[in-house]
């Protein structure tokens, strides 16, 4: 290797390394703001707020024995509604029934609290997490960009292109689509054994089933992009050696 071409190889090395690092990013943030974290709250407050309210307000109504079930029920949302809401919005809900009470009482009044809790350490809101993924996946598909056309222009040749993004691409998809199937893998056991010290076992099954739902759309999609991407890279590296060998007429 000659000392002029030394430059022109760290030069490459940093612009790969750019790209390992902000093209998952564009692809992670780009999911998130599809998917949306407000959306996925919700979800997987819905699933445990519904079955944890669902099975409390029948053990309650069970002990007792003056009312019965459909009376006991509508008392106890009337009663409870006042807790979250106002009385025009309570009125009638214990007629409506229990899940209109938690997807129109519950729901709205416990992810409005989520939103507004703080992230750890940061400034950062639960609420503002959607925006902040929308700003991120701009920067890192700039950044991309940048470093691909940079790249591109360093290279030159198209065999030399081929080959080097190509190999970029696969090392992006495939510990991308690895790691999405080893957290897709892991999640449901993950999820339970954290939750095991915080509730009882029914409670535990139902916050790891709404947790896992509402993850696994985004790994799933994170898994396909990146088989994917490894796909088309180890497509185009096959390319630049068999339109760009030494023996083909495209062979720059």
């Known amino acids: 290797m000659s000392s002029k071409e030394i430059p ?17 990013l564009a692809i992670n943030a780009y999911l998130i703001t599809q998917i949306g974290v407000k959306n996925t709250i919700t979800g997987i407050m819905e ?4 079955k944890t309210f669902a099975t409390g307000l029948k053990e309650t109504c069970d002990r007792q024995n003056v009312l019965t079930y459909p009376e006991c029920e509508a008392l106890a949302l009337d009663q409870l509604c006042l807790q979250y809401a106002g009385e025009a919005s309570c009125s009638g809900v214990g007629a409506k029934g229990k899940d209109y009470f938690v997807n129109n009482i519950l729901l709205p009044d416990a992810v409005s609290k989520i939103n507004e809790m703080q992230i750890p350490n940061t400034s950062v809101k639960v609420g503002e997490l959607d925006a902040l993924a929308g700003n991120l996946f701009v920067i890192s598909v700039a950044m991309t960009l940048i470093s691909v056309i940079l790249m591109i222009m ?12 190509g190999s970029n691409i696969v090392l992006v998809g495939l ?7 080893a957290a897709n893998s892991a999640l449901p056991s993950a999820v339970s054994k954290m939750a095991g010290g915080l509730a009882d076992q029914q409670t535990t099954e ?6 896992v739902s509402g993850i696994k759309p985004f790994l799933d999609a994170q898994m396909q992009i990146g088989v994917v991407l490894t796909i088309l890279g180890l497509v185009a590296v096959a390319s630049s050696g068999i339109f760009f060998g030494e023996k083909k007429f495209l062979r720059k």
């Open 47 to 50: 699933g445990v707020a519904g």
């Open 154 to 165: 360093m290279i030159a040749t198209p065999k030399g292109v081929l080959k080097t993004m």
């Open 206 to 211: 139902i916050l790891t089933s709404a947790v």
């Open 175 to 181: 510990p991308m689509s690895a790691l999405a199937y």
């Open 8 to 24: 022109k190889k760290l030069i490459l090395a940093v612009l790969s390394v750019v790209f390992f690092t902000f093209a998952p």
